[in-house]
């Protein structure tokens, strides 16, 4: 007798596995934003495949014990058991809403198998571990703060300043004439060589 059909909530016959992937991604980036992930597919003859590889987040990751067993040498150290609660919970949840984008029919006693994509969710581990070995969260990177068009512009120049600048500051150089502002703007323009004669 055959398991039970399973078509996830987000199934859709008609969906190809890299549309799935673009989804996977958006709405990754939408919902987990303390995550960095990556989604990738694989296409073969028996079908496809797609895998949810997390690579940074803003918790730890790693339990302490398997930290301290790869820094003595033990690779043998593997399986859920390395995860710390937090990191199993994202993992699950990655791997159900993965899965819930796909069909599956199978039945082990006549070797059928039906099955859209498979699919898996897991940690980078060795990426993960290279910053919490050395004692830091893998922090997923701030994004940069565009500077805004007005703090790129120099400052205004003050009508004082204008003022008093020299007598001949249109044959000046532009350095001299970085040199003066600089000076004036520092309170030296009085024993500078540029200062305005009178």
């Known amino acids: 007798m055959r398991n039970p059909d399973y078509a996830g909530s987000n199934y859709d016959s008609d969906r190809d596995v890299a ?7 958006k709405t990754i980036k ?3 934003p ?7 597919i694989k296409r073969y003859s028996g079908g496809c495949s797609l895998g949810v590889t997390i690579v940074a987040a803003n918790f730890q990751v790693l339990t302490d014990s398997f930290v301290d067993a790869r820094k003595a040498g033990n690779w043998d150290y593997s399986g859920r058991s390395c995860y710390t609660p937090a ?23 006549t070797d059928y198998f039906n099955v859209s ?3 898996d969710a897991d940690f980078d581990r060795n990426k993960i571990l290279t910053a919490e070995a050395e004692g830091r969260v ?3 990177a701030k994004p940069k703060r565009a500077q805004s068009r007005a703090a790129r512009k120099p400052a205004a120049r003050k009508p004082a300043e204008i003022a008093a600048r020299p007598a ?3 044959n000046m150089t532009a350095g001299k004439k970085a040199a003066w502002t600089k000076a004036f703007r ?6 500078h060589r540029c200062e305005r004669r009178s």
Do not use: F, N, P
């Open 34 to 40: 303390g995550i960095k992930a990556r989604v990738a």
């Open 138 to 140: 893998s922090l997923v």
């Open 168 to 170: 001949h500051w249109d």
């Open 117 to 119: 994509c498979y699919t």
């Open 30 to 32: 939408a919902s987990y």
């Open 87 to 109: 990191a199993i919970e994202i993992k699950d949840e990655l791997a159900a809403l993965a899965r819930s984008y796909t069909y599956r029919e199978v039945d082990t006693m």
């Open 19 to 25: 549309d799935i992937a673009k989804i996977l991604r």
């Open 186 to 191: 520092t309170g030296q323009v009085a024993i």
